[in-house]
């Protein structure tokens, strides 16, 4: 009974507890509670991830974060937008439109924050802040900031913020404003650069004003990564190229890490991040958005005599010492193609040091197409060389059954005098030739070039190479025929002979009426110990000639300035 009776007093004292606290909230403290529900909510402030800076082979900052302020809307918590947009414009200096079309092209969603002025100063935030108006805030975000631009661009790429909508970006694992790569290494390796984004969860009153921190996930800064660029290189191989258009690439033929690549025309790839001169861009006719390297298929000219040798020689066609007479023209039915000079009696070797058409088309004869198509297939034609950046083409090698599907044409005879050396339908990139002449170098081994050497501590895994079926008989034939082409008087590139740094190589001049031709020059060095391989492509750029001397201005000066010893 005693029980019974504590445990009915116990249930009464928790139901008269229960009742004094209804009592409590909702008719003591209830104007309180109700004027927080009214006025107060939750805010997620996203917190953005600094992106990893990208470094050169010596440590030198390519590219990197800096932080900047900007004044961004959350259109669903503001009433006037004219008002702020009015504002905003008298704090800044910027006009009304301007504002007005900042907005309209950054709005995602009525909860998103919008960016209404970008790029302002700490003053200007500051006086912006004094005002608490209710969904405006001065936000923190990381700029993208390239040092080099120009000479860098095609290498590092460049970031957007994407403007996609909100439930593609979720699909895809993004929020609003996200700033993804686009192209080069920003694009390929965007996943480490990138990092994670954070956030604050927020209480804040009718005004925005902060009343209370609920919690905070800091961002996760993205990864560094170090490049095989070396800055120095880049510069020197970009200035080289001034006046033309064109592409000049220079490797460690050892190993495959690229300490050069350039093109011109170039831009300016902080524009992307300004969001400005972008139209005219896709519109000039001289296409610098085009990464000519490894995107741009031309014809190679006479650099592919070396494949047409190769081919010749591994399918016991001729020797080192077999000679054709040049008069200058060759005949092919009713068909006349000319030399570009009268060579007289040539042998192999020097069919390559002056670059004799006639010697190649009565080797085209003799092997007809097939031979020529395998060979320059083994040499890396017709695939992309696996470089670690997006986009890369891998150009034509022409055949019979290619032609009759593109051109609904048969193969004719004099389509396999263009194919021996380099014209007609054959299309290659500059880095195809470069790969083509580091095979040679490397005594018939493949390479893979490369431009990501470390991320953070983790050194990149790249591919290995492999060796082609070129005997070494016939590979060093090839050999000395580029060497006379430096080493030897009327060489075609003998004015690089004066750099003292065993040069060979192979010129090349490649016809496309009715505009100029197209100027190539391959090489490596040291002849006895090669390092170094590099291309130089300009495109209607008149003649291998000029492409010699491009590479003699580049080469100049890393021997003068000592910065191959600092690159090994």
């Not at 007005?100 to 950054?106: D, H, L, P, V």
């Not at 191989?237 to 033309?244: D, F, M, P, S, V």
Request: hydrophobic share 40%.
């Amino acid at each position: 009974m005693i029980d019974r009776i504590g445990y009915l007093i116990f249930v009464h004292g928790v139901f008269v507890l229960l009742g004094w606290g209804a009592v409590s909230l909702q008719l003591i403290k209830g104007d309180f509670y109700l004027q927080k529900a009214e006025n107060n909510y939750i805010r997620l402030l996203p917190l953005p991830a600094e992106r990893g800076t990208v470094y050169d082979r010596n440590g030198e900052v390519l590219v990197r974060d800096t932080p900047e302020f900007e004044i961004s809307m959350i259109p669903g918590e503001v009433k006037n937008k004219q008002y702020v947009f009015d504002i905003v414009s008298r704090i800044t200096g910027t006009p009304p439109e301007a504002v007005m079309r900042t907005y309209r092209k950054n709005y995602l969603y009525p909860f998103a924050y919008t960016p209404l002025v970008q790029h302002i100063t700490k003053a200007q935030g500051m006086r912006f802040e004094e005002l608490a108006l209710a969904g405006v805030f001065v936000t923190t975000r990381w700029k993208r900031y390239y040092l080099y631009p120009f000479s860098t661009t095609h290498v590092l790429g460049y970031v957007k913020e994407m403007q996609e909508s909100v439930s593609k970006l979720k699909k895809y694992g993004f929020s609003p404003g996200t700033r993804v790569g686009y192209t080069g290494v920003e694009q390929q390796y965007d996943e480490y650069l990138r990092g994670q984004e954070g956030g604050l969860q927020v209480e804040v009153d009718s005004r925005g004003r902060t009343m209370n921190f609920l919690g905070r996930k800091a961002p996760e800064r993205g990864k560094d990564i170090y490049l095989t660029i070396d800055k120095n290189m880049q510069e020197s191989a970009y200035n080289a190229l001034q006046g033309h258009q064109g592409s000049l690439i220079f490797m460690d033929v050892r190993t495959g890490e690229v300490l050069a690549l350039v093109n011109q025309p170039s831009f300016n790839n902080n524009d992307f991040i300004e969001g400005k001169n972008i139209s005219e861009l896709f519109v000039d006719e001289r296409k610098p958005l085009l990464n000519r390297a490894l995107q741009g298929e031309f014809p190679p000219g006479s650099i592919f005599k070396i494949v047409t040798a190769a081919a010749a020689l591994s399918e016991n066609k001729i020797t080192p010492a077999t000679t054709h007479e040049c008069l200058g023209y060759f005949n092919l039915g009713n068909a006349i193609s000319k030399c570009w000079t009268t060579h007289g009696v040539v042998n192999l070797y020097d069919a390559l040091k002056v670059s004799c058409n006639v010697y190649f088309w009565n080797v085209a004869m003799m092997l007809n197409k097939e031979p020529i198509i395998k060979w320059a297939r083994i040499f890396g034609y017709g695939k992309t060389t696996g470089i670690d950046i997006p986009n890369e083409k891998k150009g034509t090698v022409p055949s019979r059954a290619w032609k009759q599907a593109m051109l609904h044409e048969d193969w004719y005879g004099g389509d396999t005098l263009n194919l021996a050396i380099g014209q007609g339908f054959l299309q290659v990139t500059p880095l195809q030739g470069l790969e083509m002449i580091s095979i040679v170098a490397r005594n018939g081994m493949s390479v893979v070039p490369y431009l990501v050497k470390r991320i953070d501590d983790i050194q990149m895994k790249h591919e290995s190479s492999e060796k082609i079926p070129l005997a070494e008989e016939h590979l060093a034939a090839i050999k000395v025929g580029l060497r006379k082409v430096v080493n030897e008087e009327h060489g075609t590139a003998h004015s690089l002979s004066v750099l003292d740094l065993k040069l060979a190589g192979k010129t090349g001049t490649a016809q496309v009426p009715p505009k100029a031709p197209h100027g190539w020059f391959v090489g490596y060095f040291p002849y006895d110990a090669p390092q170094y391989s590099i291309i130089v492509f300009l495109e209607h750029g008149s003649a291998g000639a000029e492409a010699v001397k491009v590479g003699y201005n580049f080469l100049k000066e890393l021997t003068e300035k000592g910065w191959l010893k600092g690159s090994s």
